[in-house]
């Protein structure tokens, strides 16, 4: 069967998360329910990342096998005709070995995280970044930032409910920018590691949130950190923010 990257954006607000669920409203069910227009008794499709609830995406990863050939131009048009009018997107679409795998063969993840700090609540982006009312200072967040970087055991960023076989990862870059609003400011976390423990991008950005505010020392993150306990860890920020904006692998299936 002949195998096709494609490369997905989506509003992740109306879904329970990516994965399929019974009974409630996924992205993986909207595109495979779209696939199944073109042909029926398709395989599952599998991303490289299963973003959850109201998580968005502006540069996920898919593959799909198909039962006969497509122009991937026509199957990327073909497919967002029928997902209209959900809030999902195929960017590009690509022809792959049938080896390539979407997530096991992905070599890094890169997240993005927005966040407005401004008395008035967000009107446009409502639901699409972090609000919260109060300033930040930047200088002790990437301070704390910095002691995150490298291979550690990120037991206390972790969720209870994560199903990953060991707590160490390696953060390869974690970059904090501030951009000025007409009546406050844009905080922007940059994440990138080949792969990430469940909630350890939220639970990071809460907890740094913290240190900008002046209720955390980077020091505490240090402790945190060290601590190996979740219970140690910040506030876990909510999901609006929060988009995995891109997927590396050996040789660019979109030839990016």
């Known amino acids: 069967m002949p195998r096709y990257a494609l490369k997905i954006e989506y509003d992740g607000r109306p879904f ?8 409630h409203p996924s992205v993986q069910g909207a595109i495979e329910t779209a696939l199944a227009r073109l042909e029926p008794d398709l395989p599952r499709i599998a991303a490289a990342g299963r973003t959850d609830t109201g998580v968005h995406a502006t540069g996920q990863v898919a593959h799909c096998d198909m039962a ?12 967002n005709h029928h ?19 979407a997530r096991f063969s992905a070599t890094e993840r890169r997240y993005l995280f927005r ?10 982006e409502a639901g699409q970044v972090w609000h919260i009312r109060h300033s930040l200072s930047l200088g002790p967040m990437q301070e704390a930032a910095r002691l995150l970087l490298g291979t550690h055991d990120f037991t206390t960023f972790r969720a209870s409910q994560c199903q990953a076989l060991s707590p160490v990862k390696t953060l390869d870059a974690l970059e904090i920018s501030a951009h000025d609003l007409l009546h406050g400011q ?3 976390f940059a994440l990138r590691a080949r792969s990430f423990l469940h909630n350890q991008v939220r639970s990071i950005v809460g907890t740094l949130e913290r240190v900008g505010a002046g209720a955390w020392k ?23 923010g929060l988009y995995l904006t891109g997927v590396g692998y050996p040789h660019d299936p979109f030839g990016g």
């Open 16 to 23: 329970c998360g990516w994965q399929t669920q019974v009974g």
């Open 68 to 79: 006969r050939d497509w122009n991937p131009f026509r199957l990327m048009e073909a497919l």
């Open 83 to 101: 997902l209209r009018p959900l809030p999902v997107a195929i960017l590009a679409c690509a022809p792959v070995d049938p080896d390539f795998h």
């Open 115 to 124: 966040l407005i700090a401004r008395r008035a609540p967000p009107t446009f």
């Open 186 to 188: 844009e905080f922007r």
């Open 218 to 240: 980077p020091a505490d993150v240090a402790a945190a950190l060290a601590a190996q306990d979740r219970a140690a860890c910040g506030p876990v920020s909510p999901p609006d």
